[in-house]
């Protein structure tokens, strides 16, 4: 919604009437700061998009032999990136004292689960039939990267549908408890990129690593607030 200050009414303007920053034309920093990172997380969509184009335009002309493959690797790389991504933004904000850091958080989240759900929707696409026998035969019963990969997915949804302000009001206190499943999720993503990983497991290697990083700050930050907590509590 444009609003008085997103509009830059009431904001320093150049001679000619126009704003003289970037920020007075878009609003305060923060939303200029907001904008380059949504354009940043679109980019490999747009890209995609443009390469799914020309390929239709011209069979061969984007992708290799199989583009489909192409496209669902393309679509899980980025998804899970932009995850870990997410996952490193609160560890930031604590590390350089930047609280405002985590404004980017939501905006974040929700491009990383739509670049999994749509590599979730190539799969499905990719196989002939019914997609939801398709779910049930290769994904909940039969054990396969392709389960991890599911749950991870599964876990991602209520993340997404609950992310906004007035869920996060509705659920108090519970909504931190809720959001803390981004960490199975994150966990059960990169044990589907290891599971497929066949032979080379660089990826893995360095995604592994990045998660117990994030996993690690995670543990050191709350045990300590936990003792932070308990000295406040005795003194
Ligand atoms: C949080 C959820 C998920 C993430 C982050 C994720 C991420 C990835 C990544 C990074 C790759 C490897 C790409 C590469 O090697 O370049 C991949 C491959 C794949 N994923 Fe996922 N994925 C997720 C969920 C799913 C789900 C729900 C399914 C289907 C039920 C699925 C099916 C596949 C398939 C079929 C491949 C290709 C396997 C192969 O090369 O043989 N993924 N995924």
């Known amino acids: ?9 009431g904001r320093p303007q150049g001679s000619s009437g126009r704003p003289r920053t970037l920020a007075g034309a878009f609003g305060s920093p923060l939303r200029v700061a907001k904008l380059v990172v949504f354009c940043l997380l679109a980019l490999p969509m747009a890209l995609l998009g443009v390469d799914v184009w020309r390929e239709v335009a011209q069979p061969g002309s984007a992708f290799g032999p ?4 192409e496209v669902l690797h393309y679509l899980g790389q980025w998804g899970i990136r932009i995850l870990l991504l997410t996952l490193a933004v609160s560890p930031a904000s604590r590390l350089l004292r930047k609280p405002q850091l985590v404004r980017f958080r939501r905006m974040m989240g929700l491009w990383a689960f739509s670049y999994i759900a749509l590599h979730f929707a190539v799969y499905l696409l990719s196989k002939a039939g019914n997609p939801f026998e398709l779910i049930l035969k290769d994904t909940l019963y039969k054990v396969s990267f392709a389960v991890v990969g599911f749950y991870a997915l599964v876990m991602l949804i209520p993340l997404a549908i609950t ?14 408890k809720l959001h803390r499943l981004v960490y ?15 032979g080379d497991f660089m990826d893995p290697l360095i995604y592994g690593l990045v998660l ?10 709350r045990i300590r607030k936990e003792r932070r907590a308990a000295a406040a509590n005795a003194g």
């Not at 919604?1 to 009414?9: E, F, T, Y």
């Not at 992310?163 to 931190?176: A, D, E, K, N, V």
Request: proline fraction near 6%; avoid cysteine; glycine fraction near 8%.
């Open 184 to 198: 199975p999720a994150a966990f059960a993503a990169w044990v589907h990129l290891l599971w497929l990983s066949k």
């Open 1 to 9: 919604m444009l609003s008085k200050a997103g509009l830059g009414i």
């Open 212 to 221: 117990a990083l994030l996993f690690a700050e995670r543990i050191v930050f």
């Open 66 to 69: 199989d583009p489909t493959e």
């Open 163 to 176: 992310s906004t302000r007035r869920w996060q009001r509705r659920l108090g206190p519970g909504w931190r």
